[in-house]
């Protein structure tokens, strides 16, 4: 699921990220479903591709790393990931915070 999700905030199609890594688009759907295991050595030409550290991918499975907590909103749509992508492109912290308020507003959310 992270895979897809990466590979989908970066805006390629399973064909790109295959013809990324050397393997057919077949394989990534197989990672991507959960249908076929992957090697750290493919993780690792993943996260390359991806342009992603190695540790996006990795879970936290036994809470031994210290991390931001993880948010489970179910799978983003297209429109969702492109708008996280492009909000982490943003190096203003204050026009952040006033984005942000902004989307409180009008969203109907109490400031907070």
């Known amino acids: 699921m992270r895979i897809r ?3 989908l905030s970066k805006g390629l199609s399973q064909m790109k990220l295959a013809e990324r890594i050397g393997i ?5 759907q197989k990672y991507e479903n959960g249908k076929s295991q992957l090697t750290l050595k493919r993780l690792s030409q ?13 879970g936290d499975s036994n809470g ?13 749509n297209r429109d969702e ?3 996280i992508d492009l909000l982490r492109k943003i190096n203003n912290k204050k026009f952040i915070q006033l984005l942000i308020d902004a989307v409180k507003l009008l969203s109907g959310l109490k400031q907070g």
């Open 64 to 76: 031994l790393t210290v991390s931001e907590p993880e948010i489970t909103y179910g799978e983003l």
């Open 24 to 28: 057919s688009y077949q394989q990534i």
């Open 46 to 58: 993943i996260s390359e591709a991806l342009n992603l550290p190695l540790s996006y991918f990795i």
């Open 5 to 7: 999700s990466a590979r």
């Open 81 to 83: 990931l492109k708008l």
